[in-house]
């Protein structure tokens, strides 16, 4: 309980007029002072009594009952939706200012929020989390302050209790892949999905031909069978092994926006294991770094919860990342042929390494390198040179650069697979790879 400004406001006004009677006592007959003092205790004592009925009120009475609606899980970044709903149990208007408890690593947008609620009515308020970091969060309770009958008083309360609710990578472009994709719009996301009908790997079915199948798709038996032209239609072959090696070392914790490229490397690691597994290939999972765990190739679009819950509560370390050892890890738990792909944040100085990782790996694997470019040193790069301090700048990450692309190079003519881009570009640059290699038939 505390009191409100209202109340304040009414002693700081009795106050003023008690000085001010002080203050015109030379002045004033006896007589009229007294019975202006007289009203004045009068006043005051009446104040009190109802500042005190308004209190007790106030306090016995529950005027409020709260209700929340929460996602089972939230995208980190993103904005997502709950529900608030209050309603006012009294036949009184109700005051309030609601909010909601959080942690620091969690913003709400649209509150705290001032309500008025007219007798019995229900208001429904739709706030926005936006977390900031992936793992478990708390929403430790809806904080309410309540305003008694008469505003002279304001309570505050604490409703519901603590509920923990998981943070996972932005899924989102999953959502709309799948939204799009279902139209055949999935171009929109940047993913190209134009497929040649018919000419994929895999036999799937025979149907009756249509106008642009070639030859060699025609199944001259069926068609002598039905006395009508037959083409046999196939698909991308499946069933193959996709295998991701994630960095979650100190190179991963540098930021591009809000995320670090950690979180941009799970974003990218989900969109293109959700593809692969519409696909009808199997996804695996390495991490290496300071956590070394390991996730065995699972198939179908089920078992992205699977995966996902896997690394919602990962996150990037100080320790230094090692190629070698993830490489050496990788090929004593899976010899299957596969695709390899490392996501990671190369530089020049992992030249040895890299190839070294790359020379072991390509010996049974398909090996891709996805990495992710750093915004700042293209930011750099850009900069106008004005003094002596941007001059040292300028050369620095140009010579950053230089090494690193040379490293990537070195790469590309040993054999490997690289893919470069921005952090919040990679999942589009990565999910249209995979494609590009699923129907070129390399895997």
């Given at each position: 309980m505390r009191p409100t400004k209202k109340l304040l406001y009414l002693l700081l006004a009795g106050w003023v007029v008690a000085l001010l009677l002080g203050g015109l006592t030379a002045y004033s007959v006896a007589g009229s002072l007294e019975q202006a003092t007289s009203g004045w205790w009068w006043l005051m004592a009446v104040l009190l009594v109802v500042g005190a009925i308004d209190a007790l009120v106030l306090r016995k009475t529950q005027p409020l009952d709260v209700e929340r609606e929460l996602p089972q899980g939230l995208a980190v970044g993103t904005r997502n939706e709950f529900t608030l709903r209050l309603s006012n149990l009294t036949l009184n208007t109700v005051n309030l200012r609601v909010t909601e408890l959080t942690q620091d690593d969690m913003q709400i947008e649209g509150l705290p929020l001032a309500l008025t609620l007219a007798p019995e009515e229900t208001v429904e308020v739709k706030p926005h989390a936006y977390p900031l970091r992936r793992g478990d969060t708390n929403f430790s309770g809806v904080d309410v302050l309540i305003?008694?009958?008469?505003?002279?008083?304001?309570?505050?309360e604490t409703f519901l209790e603590a509920v923990v609710v998981k943070v996972f990578p932005n899924f989102t472009a999953i959502s709309n892949f799948e939204l799009l994709a279902h139209g055949q719009q999935a171009g929109q996301l940047g993913i190209h999905l134009n497929q040649r009908r018919g000419e994929g790997l895999d036999f799937h079915q025979l149907r009756e031909y249509r106008p642009g199948d070639s030859l060699r798709q025609v199944d001259w038996k069926a068609t002598s069978r039905t006395h009508k032209p037959i083409s046999r239609e196939f698909q991308d072959e499946r069933d193959q092994d996709i295998i991701f090696l994630l960095d979650n070392g100190r190179r991963m914790r540098a930021k591009d926006g809000e995320l670090s490229h950690f979180d941009h490397c799970l974003n990218a690691f989900l969109l293109t294991a959700y593809v692969a597994l519409?696909?009808?290939?199997?996804?695996?999972?390495?991490?290496?770094?300071?956590?070394?765990?390991?996730v065995n190739p699972v198939k179908g679009k089920n078992n992205l919860n699977t995966l996902l819950h896997q690394v919602y509560d990962l996150h990037s370390s100080v320790a230094t990342s090692d190629y070698l050892s993830a490489a050496q890890n990788l090929?004593?738990?899976?010899?299957?042929?596969?695709?390899?792909?490392?996501?990671?944040?190369?530089?020049?100085?992992?030249?040895?390494?890299?190839?070294?990782?790359?020379?072991?790996?390509?010996?049974?694997?398909?090996?891709?390198?996805?990495?992710?470019?750093?915004?700042?040193?293209?930011?750099?790069?850009?900069?106008p040179v004005k003094d002596f301090m941007g001059a040292l700048s300028y050369s620095s990450a140009l010579d950053f650069q230089l090494k690193r692309q040379a490293s990537l190079k070195r790469l590309v003519s040993s054999g490997a697979i690289v893919l470069d881009d921005m952090p919040s570009q990679l999942h589009i640059a990565l999910v249209n790879k995979y494609l590009e290699l699923k129907r070129s038939g390399r895997i």
């Open positions: 305003e008694s009958r008469w505003g002279l008083w304001a309570r505050r519409r696909q009808g290939d199997a996804v695996g999972l390495q991490i290496f770094g300071s956590d070394q765990k390991w090929m004593d738990k899976h010899r299957k042929r596969s695709l390899i792909i490392i996501v990671s944040n190369v530089n020049g100085q992992d030249n040895e390494d890299l190839l070294s990782a790359y020379a072991l790996l390509s010996r049974n694997h398909l090996v891709m390198f996805a990495c992710l470019r750093e915004y700042v040193i293209d930011q750099q790069l850009e900069t």
